[in-house]
């Protein structure tokens, strides 16, 4: 009795192990299979079969994704993992434009991001044609640009194999960017760009980084010869390579071809409550000296930029203007120096009202020097829009105007008195050239500031005519940015006079781009205010360390660089007639060719003691 007892106890146990071991071996199968069916993607494959026999290629889809958008240029400099890209978008009426460097690409794109509303885009190639933007992606993130820089990049299984070019791009841009993806798949091109665009556009603006591996981009009969070769497998491991390989391809190309939605995503933005109007209304209201201080996120969208100038103009509050909302109000109203000492400016106990679409930059500094009575993180157009709504009957105080505008007199007049000085050698007043140009500048002028010294004075000489009528990097402070920022202007506003301010230092970084002019067709006016040196720096350098090293340049012919690459050039000397030359180089930008001006120039007081550490 005993014995059957313990062999049925031995058979039980004998069992549950079996089952045991059996339901392990199940699971563990499951997961091999759904690992294996995931990983190889077959399901899918089986379920959205590959067109073989299309010539279709994902080139086709950016471009298509893109023209939805409304994107109306693409900057690049040409290289075979993005030239899909460039022949679909051409295809489809968007205008190509080729520079003579990647940075100038992207400077390009940020320009057409700040004069369009709508998003800029540069295309280049994987590696070095990447690295060169690196620059200017962070200018764009800086200066809240919604730019899209698309990538090429090595085929996604060569990656960190040795392949051309093949470098670990998505780290590189992930600290540069708000947003960084690397498509996989034809199918997820589509939805992938238009993400990234939402993401460009909303809240706080800046680049976004989409790389598109060189597989995902051309047709699908070239991508399986290149990956899968010609020959016939033999032998069991080599048929087992070979199914991997036509597997991964398939993968690719699964699904590409159905229908997508290539409509764009509305940006996500945040509106001011109508309890922090009131609030905001009430200090205003309130308030014996208000000031309105404008930077550029002023001018973004969705309120159009005629609306915000109807907003200010009804307030009828002072306003000091910075960055792209320089000239909002036209060439006569007051302009901020962009640096504003971390508010120190901001005196202490006065209330103020900080609107910004960053949680972050509404407090930055606020324990040194200052802090907001209210802080509204909103778009600062509607801000402004509602509040002008919310107090209609609000008149500033005329004589707390006045007083604004008899300080502002004084500093006008103190330059005109430096422009006539005479200059030490035989060289030109760069005040008094600058006064010239401001004389002859059409009202539809748009002037990029490029440069340190010379274009510092020209700030303050120089009135941007009218809304998006200034471009400056920002709070980058990037030299270089002259030769990007004129192509997309000129291309955003082509009726417009568009002139670069170049220093004689910076306009080395870009002249090269009036090849780029020449070629497309796109007349601006570069002016060179040459004083053979890097002025800004040796202001400093020289009395504190009693050296000019590195800051000597030459006064090198640049208008005849600019004649050898296919533009006009003309000198500016002590001896020329200023107002003639400018004319002169007017009337030929005005049929059709870039115009290089090379002022020879002097120091002058002006700039003294204003550069801070």
């Not at 240029?73 to 968007?94: D, K, N, Q, R």
């Not at 781009?513 to 040796?538: C, F, S, Y």
């Not at 012919?557 to 002590?574: M, R």
Request: hydrophobic share 45%; glycine share 10%.
């Amino acid at each position: 009795m005993e014995d059957s007892q313990t062999l049925e106890e031995e058979i039980i146990i004998e069992n549950g192990l079996f089952f045991s071991i059996l339901f392990i071996l199940c699971v563990f199968f499951g997961i091999f299979i759904g690992f294996f069916v995931s990983w190889f993607n077959i399901l899918y494959i089986f379920l959205h079969k590959v067109d073989a026999s299309s010539n279709k290629h994902g080139g086709q889809l950016v471009a298509e994704v893109l023209q939805s958008h409304g994107v109306k240029f693409v900057f690049t400099l040409v290289g075979g993992h993005i030239s899909p890209i460039l022949v679909a978008a051409e295809a489809l009426g968007i205008k190509i434009v080729d520079t003579r460097h990647e940075v100038t690409a992207v400077f390009a794109a940020d320009a057409v991001a700040r004069m369009s509303g709508t998003i800029g885009v540069a295309a280049v190639t994987a590696g070095p044609g990447l690295t060169n933007t690196v620059t200017a992606v962070k200018n764009a993130q800086l200066a809240e640009s919604p730019v899209l820089l698309i990538g090429g990049a090595a085929a996604g299984m060569l990656k960190g194999r040795g392949a051309l070019q093949d470098i670990d791009q998505m780290s590189l841009f992930q600290s540069l960017c708000k947003y960084c993806v690397s498509v996989s798949s034809v199918r997820d091109i589509v939805p992938s760009l238009k993400y990234a665009i939402q993401e460009a556009q909303s809240g706080t603006p800046g680049p976004v980084f989409v790389e598109l591996p060189i597989d995902i981009l051309y047709p699908y009969a070239l991508v399986k010869k290149e990956v899968t070769g010609s020959q016939k497998s033999k032998g069991l491991m080599a048929r087992a390579v070979s199914w991997y390989l036509n597997n991964y391809v398939d993968n690719l190309f699964a699904g590409a071809w159905e229908p997508r939605d290539v409509r764009p995503l509305p940006p996500i933005l945040q509106l001011p409550s109508g309890k922090q109007i009131q609030k905001c209304a009430e200090l205003l209201s309130r308030a014996k000296r208000p000031l309105l201080l404008l930077g550029s996120q002023a001018t973004l969208p969705p309120v159009s930029i005629q609306s915000i100038r109807r907003s200010v103009e009804a307030l009828g509050v002072p306003c000091f203007f910075g960055g792209m909302s320089r000239g909002l109000l036209g060439k006569d109203r007051m302009v901020c120096d962009f640096r504003l000492s971390y508010g120190r400016v901001l005196p202490r106990g006065v209330p103020i009202i900080a609107v910004n679409r960053n949680k972050e930059q509404l407090h930055r500094n606020s324990d040194m020097f200052w802090k907001p009575t209210v802080a509204v993180c909103a778009d600062v157009g509607t801000f402004l829009q509602e509040i002008a709504m919310y107090l209609v009957d609000y008149k500033c105080s005329p004589e707390w105007i006045q007083q604004l505008q008899e300080r502002d007199s004084v500093k006008e007049k103190q330059n005109r008195e430096m422009s006539n000085e005479q200059q030490e050698g035989k060289h030109l007043n760069p005040l008094k050239l600058l006064y010239e140009v401001e004389k002859i500048l059409p009202e539809n002028a748009i002037l990029v500031a490029d440069g340190g010294d010379f274009v510092g004075t020209a700030a303050y000489i120089l009135r941007p005519r009218g809304p998006l009528g200034w471009l400056d990097p920002g709070a980058f402070g990037t030299l270089g940015v002259g030769g990007g920022f004129a192509l997309g202007a000129k291309l955003c506003r082509p009726d417009a006079e568009v002139w670069i301010l170049y220093g004689d230092g910076s306009c080395g970084f870009s002249i090269a781009e009036i090849d780029t002019m020449t070629r497309h067709k796109i007349p601006v006016i570069a002016l060179v205010g040459n004083d053979a040196a890097w002025t800004q720096i040796a202001r400093e350098q020289v009395p504190m360390f009693g050296s000019s090293v590195a800051c000597q340049l030459s006064y090198t012919d640049y208008q005849d660089v600019s004649k050898g690459l296919g533009g006009e050039g003309f000198l500016l000397t002590e001896n020329s007639d200023i107002s003639s030359v400018l004319k002169e180089a007017q009337a030929r930008c005005s049929e059709g060719k870039p115009v290089l001006i090379n002022a020879l120039i002097g120091t002058s007081r002006f700039r003294e003691g204003s550069i801070s550490v």
